[in-house]
């Protein structure tokens, strides 16, 4: 395995400020995006999408919980071993108390979705220890509707903008035919009083920033230790890009 060059400190500041360019340079295109994403038109809802919780079924706009802005995670349930994702449960295991009151503060709630059984979810979150409010969709056509649950039977498959045709080019065939799959991503909504609607959705690598030990380790010399990360050899055992961080 390699590790960075050893360099004087003088030639180490020299090298830090050429870097230190690119990253102000990369965090204006950041903020140029994120502008960018504020312009984004926005869709009304208007189909009644229902949700079973703690208080038992509830709509869409009752998640925000007197909030003007929603941001929804959707997890992938795995209903074999009836349990959460494994990748998806490692970045719920990231959001903090702290989180969801900084944001609350700003206006914002968060929630949890999940096509899984109500009491599945609620088995799973208390044994996790979890404390954000998770919601069921079963039965409903929201995760279907947002590209989170793929089914050729329900609806045509795309995901990340992509249609199945163009998932399959790119190497990605995220569905076998006849059955349905579960897909990871962020969707945000905003109230206008009585009106609910969607604003932004995110999936796969889209979410990575969302991550606290992924943007942690983006800052260290050896990354986050993935196999696809240049450059190569920095860890005798790379690992898979899979962000669950099981042992």
């Known amino acids: 395995m390699t590790l960075p060059q050893v360099v004087t400190r003088e030639e180490w500041v ?3 400020k050429e870097l230190l360019a690119k990253e102000k340079q990369l965090t204006r ?4 995006v994120n502008a960018d994403r504020r312009r984004l038109p926005m869709v009304r809802i208007d189909k009644p999408y229902r949700f079973e919780g ?3 079924q509830v709509g869409l706009a009752e998640l925000f919980d007197g909030c003007r802005q929603l941001i929804v995670q959707h997890v992938m349930w795995l209903f074999e071993p009836d349990v959460g994702c494994p990748s998806c449960s490692a970045s719920l295991d990231e959001i903090s108390e702290g989180m969801l009151h900084h944001i609350r503060a700003r206006d914002t709630a968060f929630a ?6 109500f009491a599945s979810l609620q088995r799973y979150r208390d044994s996790k220890g979890w404390t954000m409010p998770w919601y069921s969709s079963f039965g409903s056509d929201f995760n279907y509707d947002f590209h989170v649950t793929l ?9 990340n903008y992509r249609s199945k045709a163009e998932l399959e080019a790119a190497g990605q065939g995220l569905v076998e035919p006849g059955r349905s799959s579960e897909q990871p991503g962020i969707s945000c909504f905003l109230r206008d009083q009585d009106e609910v609607f969607h604003t932004y959705s995110t999936f796969a690598r889209g979410a990575d920033h969302l991550g606290g030990a992924y943007a942690f ?5 050896l990354g986050r230790q993935e196999e ?18 099981s042992e």
């Open 14 to 16: 020299i090298r830090r």
């Open 112 to 117: 949890v979705i999940s096509r899984g059984p």
């Open 54 to 56: 703690a208080q038992g």
């Open 29 to 32: 295109s950041i903020d140029a």
């Open 217 to 221: 380790l983006d800052l260290t010399a």
């Open 228 to 245: 696809w990360e240049e450059p190569k050899d920095r860890v005798a055992k790379p690992w898979s890009a899979v962000p669950d961080f």
């Open 151 to 159: 089914d050729e039977s329900v609806l045509p498959v795309e995901y």
